[in-house]
Each structure stands twice: as C-alpha cells, then as structure tokens.
C-alpha cells in the first residue's frame, strides 16, 4: 500500500472541481487509458487574463486524482503568467509531498497544463515533440529532458517515477542514461556568465542568417525569427517550409541543434502560426 | 469499521482451532524435536501426525511431504532439485501466468544459461495444450505449472499435463497454492512428480508451506544443513507452524464441501450482482473453470487503485491487477497474457472470498461497491454518461 499523506487522501476521496467547465476557453488533454492515467484539464480565462474557474476529469489512481484536484485549486483566480509558473513539484508540495514513485502523477497535471495554457493562446495542439524513447509508455526524448532538467534527475529510476518512461520492458534504459548524461553536460557549461537577453537575440538572430537560412533557402524555404521569450524561440516557416508537412522536424532537429550549439544549450524551438 | 476481507487468495484469517493447537508449542512445548530427552520426542511426535494430516489432504503418504518456509521456497526447491539431479537438463517449460515464485526465479535462471519455455494462455485464461505438448523436448528439466491461477481462479488441467510429461520421463511441477482445500487431490493417482503449497493461504499462519516429493523422486536440497526433514531442508523445524500446518489440511479437507457449495454461491451471486449493477464490466477468466471462491472483475473506464482505496474507506479488503497497485507500471501479467485490453486490466479488481465470508458481506459489498464505480466514473474523461457508445481511450 502507498503511503499517502492526508492532504493526498483527503483530495482524493472528496475531489474539488470534478467535471467539465461549460464554457472553457482553454482546454488540455495529456495521458491516454492504455497508460494508466489521463488528465483533461478545462478552464475558463476571464477578459482580465486571470482563471475564473478549472475543472477536471482524470482516470487514474488515488494521487492522479488528488494532483488533479489540487491543480484546479491552486489555478483558480491565477493570472496566465501565475499559471505558466506552476510546477509539478508545486502541486506535489501543495499535497504535502508524494511517493516518488508516484511523482508522474504531478507531472501530468504540469503537462495537462501546459496543454491547456497553448490551447488558449491558440497554437495548434503539438502532435509530438521530439522522438519516442520508451515505446511502452510513448515517451519522447523532449519530455524526459525537461523532467531532468526541472526535477534534477540523476537516475533511471527516478526518470521513471516522474515521467514513467523505462518502466515498461525496460529496453530504453540505455537511451535515457545517455539522456541523462547529455543534460548533465549542458547543465556543466551553463554555469558560465548567463547572457543578456539583448545578446541571446542577436546571437540568435546571427545564427540564423549564418548557419541555417542558407541551408533551407537552398531546398526553397526560409525561416523568420518571431520573438524570443526566455529560452523559448518562436519562429514561422517561409516558403517551401511553411507547406512541408517535414518542417516540424526540420526546425525541432535541425534549428533547434544549431541554436542549442552556437547560443545557448537550452533553447527550445517553437513554430508559430502565420 | 468492520473489516470485510475478500482477499483470501492474497492471504487467511488463522483459523482459531489452528491457533489453539500451535499455543502449546510457543509456550511449554519448546522442546528440539531432534533432541534425545522426551521432552524434545514429544515435539517430534506431533510433528510427525502434522505430516500425516498434511499427507492425507493430498493423497499422499507422510514421507513424501517436506515442510518448508512458505510456497516460493517450496517453488524453488522444486525446480533447483529438478536441474541439479537432472543431468545436463537445462530447459523448463512454465506458463506466462505463474506466480512471480516461478516467473522470476525462471527469468533468474534465463541468465544462468537455462532455457525458459513458458505457454501461453487464450482469452479465457486457458492453457494452450498444443502449445504445451509442442514445448517438451529431450532437454527439459522440469515442467512447472501452477494449478489454479492467484488472479483469476482459472484452474489448469495439471493432471493432463503431468501424464504428457511422465511419457517423456519429465519431471512435473505444481504450485497448488490456491488450489489445495478448494479442489481434490489425490497425488496417489497423478503423474505430478512434485506440488507446492503454502501455509498462509489455507488458514495457518504465514511462514510455513509444504514440497510434497514424490518417493523414488531424485532430490537435491535447496537448504543445506542438519538432517531435519530427513535430510531433505535443513534448519530446525518451525514446530508450531508445522502443527498449525496439520491442523489447518485437517479443516481444509473437512471444509472443500463448503467451499464448494456455500462460498462458490456466495462469489456467483457477488460476481451476478456486480454485473448486473455495473455496466460496462466483464469477468476475466469467466468462460474457463475456475476456483469456487475467486472472481476478477474488470470495470471500464476507471482505475483499479482508486476503487480499492474507495472501497477501504468501507473496510472492503480486495485486489487489483491495475499497474499502480502492482507495483510496477504496468498492469498485472496474467491479465496481460490473456490479452485484456489495457483499458480493461487497469480497472481490474479480484475478490476472493472463505468459508468465513457471510452473505451479509456480500450484500455489503453489493451495496458499496456500484456507487464508487459511478464516482469514478463521473469523473473519468473516457466516460460518457448514459452508457452510449464510449470514447476508444487507446
């Protein structure tokens, strides 16, 4: 039996904002029933920018529900950008702490979440970012890295309690110690002088005329820099890019390497509608 | 809050009149029974009418009858022997449903070099017997398979078995730990060469099973030591489990008619009612034969850790093949080779009753058990109200 604390139980057997928000403004669906939990997460954005209300449906176990019903807790009356500040590790706080192994419960509620706060801004929703590593559990490379990186992980079994992945036949584990390894080298090299954000866009700006405009107007694309917020680099596809169904992979493999190489390791390329 | 336990197959009440004859040995009766002095005799004559009660439960005769630690040690046992005496035997043929006494020692012994076979089952939970009869060859050590499924209750037609493997001169393995005092047996007559029970699951205490060895049956021990168990295990003999042990075989014979007319009524109306309130579940394994006192439910649409800690606010003790009460992530593996759907195995909950369930908690659990489904459900995001056709959730 697990050992849950009171504050877990307590969500658990009387759950706050089950349901479905009527009128939701933004929605986000994480987890699926083959896996063991899903979370669909609706809220209702006000005019003012700040939650109105949150609701949720969750299949899962005693602590999916209770992260499920803390998140809408701690979501109502936020602002967006109160919102987007919410860790998992909040809402495993919130509760006064989980089993470890039981920690991916708290990030599906981050990733539902995140799901629903780019649902609101009007971005497609992503189909998949980066490349599957446990098959078991469909788990990409992209989400086990941001596990790592936020939650500092250091093992294969601690990967697995937060993002589940290697739980399954195990084949993958491998794949997330070199993972592990590969955050733990760029985390190394940033520990020099941070950049300023005026100096991260230019170099930004740079790299892209330099080193991968040339290469993509070759094959008749072309790419523009949107806006640069934190080490997120939006940009939209021009030309032969913007109608291939490949450019997802071309600016997540290919940009994204660059950039991560020539400016800054933690840079996450996103595409932005036209 | 009253304690209403159906989790018989994960473990028993101590019957009282078990308890009552193990007192003696854990107060005045501590004599060795390998001493000289008849202090010490006594204890080994009490010992040795344990034996023959156990002995008796299985058609046996007491020398055949090995006590030891618990039904993984008497799995162990059983298979280590097989390959140490069996030459240079390295192949063993399981099934994908054993307990993990089994499974995980057979895994172990994958990287040691042996070869594992392990059958498959169908739909059902039934063991493919082509698929069995085609795994025996001239390198088999041992066939281990268990006879009466922890999960499901599916029972397996070991008898069968055992002759297709005797005509090949394979020794043959049974783990009956669910099976005894729920099913006859009589060993005089089978071709099982070697069976496992333990202690827990019949109403003695924990710490304490049987490897019945067939006479004539090469034996290599699995715990070295002393002469004790006739030099089969040693260690000095856990006296007051052991005439628990026999006291508990004695009541399991006297009581197989009950639980196959009283308690196997009392799961059919639980396992009817349950069905019949709850929409959308299935029974897993319900179409094979199956032990009078088990039944695995599968509810779709909510997840198996969350009934289970719903149900213990009412004090209901049941079981779940949900990966989050596994232990692990994903869910059970009985479940899993029998091919339920994911969506299915997670929602799984097994009830298993005794002969000391009452109809009053049946009707307790009937009463408790469809409201929590409803709650769960209310919630679930692959749940659409008034049962119409659902959302896939794959």
Redesign the interface.
Known sequence: M?EYTDKV?EH??N?RN??EVKDANAVG?VG?????????LTLKVGDNGKIEDAK???????S??ASASALTEMLKGKSLQEAERITNQDIADYLGGLPK?KMHCSVLGRQALESALSNYRGEAPKEQEGKIVCE??GVTDREIEKAIRENNLTSVEEV?NYT?AG??CESCHDAIRELIARVRQEEAPAKRPKLTNIQKIRMIEETLEREIRPSLQQDGGDIELVDVIGNRVLVASRGACAVCKASELTLTHFVEAKLREMVWPELVVEEVPK | MKTIYMDNNATTRVAPEVLETMLPFLTDLYGNPSSAYSFGGRVARNIRESREQASALLGASPEEIIFTSCGSESDNTAIMSALNTGKDKAHIVTTRVEHPAVKVLCNELVKRGCRVTEVPVDRKGELDMDRYKESLTSDTAIVSIMWANNETGVIFPVEEAAQLARSRGILFHTDAVQAVGKIPIDLQQSAIDMLSISGHKLHAPKGIGVLYVRKGTKFSPFLIGGHQERGRRGGTENTASIIGLGKACELAADRMDEENTRVKSLRDRLERELLNRIPHSRVNGGGAPRLPNTTNISFE??????IL??MD?FGICASSG????S?????SHVLRAMGV???MA?GSVRLSLSVYNTDEEVDEVIDKLPPIIEKLR?????WKPEGQACAS??
């Open positions: 697990w139980k658990f057997l759950p089950a349901g669906e699926s029933m083959a896996c063991g939990d899903a979370l669909k949720f449906q969750t299949f899962g176990c005693a999916a529900i192994e078991c559990f697995t589940k739980g399954g | 649409f909510v997840e198996g850790e969350a800690l719903r606010e949900s990966a989050c009460t232990g692990s992530l994903q869910p759907p994911f969506t997670h209310a919630f679930s995001p692959f959730g794959t």
